[in-house]
């Protein structure tokens, strides 16, 4: 079965700052996507980034850029100049073919001022 | 204005007594999905459909029914909730099958079962 693990349940950074926000993923699969979602205090569920794993350049919005490690199943995310909107739980998600959407546990971000 | 639609977002209820979360999407989406959120644990995938009449389970079925009779509906049945079924819960849809397309979510419904 394929499992997500985020090992950081709650970060801090100081505005202006960049943090990086780490999830490692277990599959035997080959064709994937990752995502990172963002649910600020309002509960929406918000997609920052998406990457799929068949591109070994790492995908990049704004602020916002993954590190995608496809042999060692990593997929961190980097937010810059991080922002006081930005305090939010951050989901890393993996989504086989076929419609499987697995989510970690969550990140609890606090951007401080 | 694209979205998906939950309703109610805040129900009490008692054990055992039937209810349904409906959700609606208008933007022609095949695929939905049921979450349920908890501390700790992330969202946790109920039942998913891919299309009209086709439903299947995802991680934690049990206690819970669905149906897609109607592309643009798919509620989330719960025949004689218990208290472990106290949660938040989320809809979401997607128009790419299989493709790993973005999930629009609605915006959520706490339940709670006294």
């Known amino acids: 079965a394929q499992t997500v693990t985020q090992s950081q349940p709650e970060m801090s950074v100081q505005e202006a700052e960049t943090v990086t926000l780490s999830c490692t993923y277990d599959?035997?699969?080959?064709?994937?996507?990752l995502f990172w979602y963002k649910q600020p205090p309002s509960r929406q569920m918000i997609l920052v980034i998406r990457q799929e794993a068949y591109k070994q350049q790492n995908a990049t919005e704004n602020r916002f850029s993954v590190n995608f490690q496809k042999a060692a199943k990593s997929f961190s995310l980097k937010i810059s100049d991080s922002q006081l909107g930005d305090t939010a739980m951050y989901f890393c998600?993996?989504?086989?073919?076929?419609?499987?959407?697995?989510f970690g546990a969550g990140t609890i971000l606090r951007v401080k001022s | 204005e694209a979205q998906v639609t939950q309703n109610p977002r805040y129900l009490i209820t008692v054990t055992g007594k039937k209810l349904t979360v409906t959700c609606s999407q208008n933007m022609n989406h095949e695929y939905m999905s049921w979450y349920r959120q908890d501390p700790g644990l992330g969202l946790r995938q109920i039942y998913y459909?891919?299309?009209?009449?086709?439903?299947d389970k995802g991680d934690v079925p049990e206690g819970y029914k669905v149906s897609r009779k109607e592309k643009r509906n798919f509620p989330l049945i719960l025949e004689s909730p218990s208290p472990n079924q106290t949660s938040l819960y989320f809809c979401?849809?997607?128009?790419?099958?299989?493709?790993?397309?973005?999930?629009?979510f609605g915006e959520g419904s706490r339940l709670t079962v006294l």
């Open positions: 599959t035997s699969e080959s064709n994937y996507y």
């Open positions: 998600a993996f989504f086989l073919y076929g419609n499987k959407l697995v």
């Open positions: 459909s891919m299309n009209v009449e086709v439903t």
């Open positions: 979401a849809s997607s128009p790419r099958v299989g493709a790993g397309g973005e999930l629009f």
